[in-house]
């Protein structure tokens, strides 16, 4: 599979980093009610810290991925 550097979305050139960033943050979004349940506030001393690393995690998977 070849990397794209720019994707074209209706004709609206979108860097695929962009479009990675996105798909991250949609992830996170969707795993927040599931790290509320499992109780994550109690275990994580620095909430905000720890979802930008999951976020910043998620980003270089779907870069390596798609």
């Not at 795993?31 to 509320?36: C, F, K, T």
């Not at 109780?39 to 999951?54: K, M, T």
């Amino acid at each position: 599979m070849e990397l794209q550097p720019v994707l074209d979305i209706g004709g609206l050139l979108v860097s695929s980093f962009v479009v990675h960033a996105g798909l991250a943050i949609a992830t996170l979004l969707a795993l927040n009610p599931l790290l509320a349940k499992v109780r994550a506030r109690r275990v994580v001393w620095n909430l905000p810290l720890a979802e930008f690393g999951i976020l910043i995690g998620l980003i270089g998977l779907y870069t390596i991925l798609l």
